[in-house]
């Protein structure tokens, strides 16, 4: 069975510049997070898919990120304009139920904003 | 809010040294996860616990629900164990917020 997976794997982008980052959850998994971990800090929520619905977004730190999963299966997270702060490692996340399942992690994908 | 401690940040041993990371929760949780993240790679899940322990191969991950603290353990360290190692848990709305996530645990293993 495929992963979780995300594409790209790292980016590097100048400031003010649109990044756009995909995932794609296991087959199956209505659950879906995205999460990002600032370097020397810990990784944190951003927001939480159910199916193609927004269950929990508080996490997102700005309206400069988008996050959207049309259809229910892969997602994407646009940062748009993109700032020096945005720099981290943004992952993703899939599980099947909400009734304590495991998630499972995706790579992440390497953002870096000059 | 959950806050998730872990200890200790930074962690330099011996191969063969007998390991032991520490997290502690503030507030009840439905499970407790134990990740890894090799340097450039991705996070891997160890365990995930409710209650009592889990071992796998050299990897032993325990939870006391009522002290709101888990602790893992590697037996026989190997160089190749050397990784962070992130606690994160769960609330016990199961799962809707998402994951809380202690700062981890730098390990590294000395041949």
């Known amino acids: 069975e495929a992963g979780v997976t995300q594409f790209p794997s790292h980016s590097v982008i100048e400031k003010g510049q649109t990044v756009t980052l995909r995932c794609d959850p296991i087959s199956g998994h209505d659950n879906l997070y995205w999460y990002r971990r600032v370097m020397g800090k810990e990784i944190k929520f951003l927001l939480h898919?159910?199916?193609?619905?927004?269950?929990?977004e508080s996490g997102m730190p700005n309206n400069r990120f988008l996050a959207e999963r049309t259809g229910g299966t892969y997602s994407t997270l646009k940062v748009q304009p993109a700032e020096l702060e945005d720099s981290g490692v943004y992952f993703c996340?899939?599980?099947?139920?909400?009734?304590?399942?495991?998630?499972?992690f995706g790579p992440g994908t390497r953002l870096t904003v000059l | 809010k959950n806050e998730v401690e872990q200890s200790p940040q930074n962690l330099t041993a011996q191969e063969g040294e007998f390991i032991t990371i520490n997290c502690s929760y503030s507030?009840?949780?439905?499970?407790l996860h134990w990740l890894q993240q090799h340097p450039g790679g991705g996070i891997v899940s160890l365990f995930m616990l409710s209650s009592g322990k889990k071992k796998h191969g050299r990897l032993i991950a325990t939870i006391n629900i009522q002290e709101k603290h888990s602790s893992l353990h590697i037996t026989a360290s190997h160089p190749r164990d050397s990784a962070v190692y992130i606690c994160?848990?769960?609330?016990?709305?199961?799962?809707?917020?998402?994951?809380?996530f202690g700062k981890g645990t730098h390990l590294i293993i000395q041949p």
């Open positions: 996340a899939s599980s099947q139920d909400l009734a304590a399942s495991t998630q499972y």
């Open positions: 507030v009840g949780i439905s499970a």
């Open positions: 898919f159910v199916k193609e619905s927004k269950q929990d």
């Open positions: 994160a848990v769960e609330g016990s709305g199961g799962g809707a917020d998402g994951l809380t």
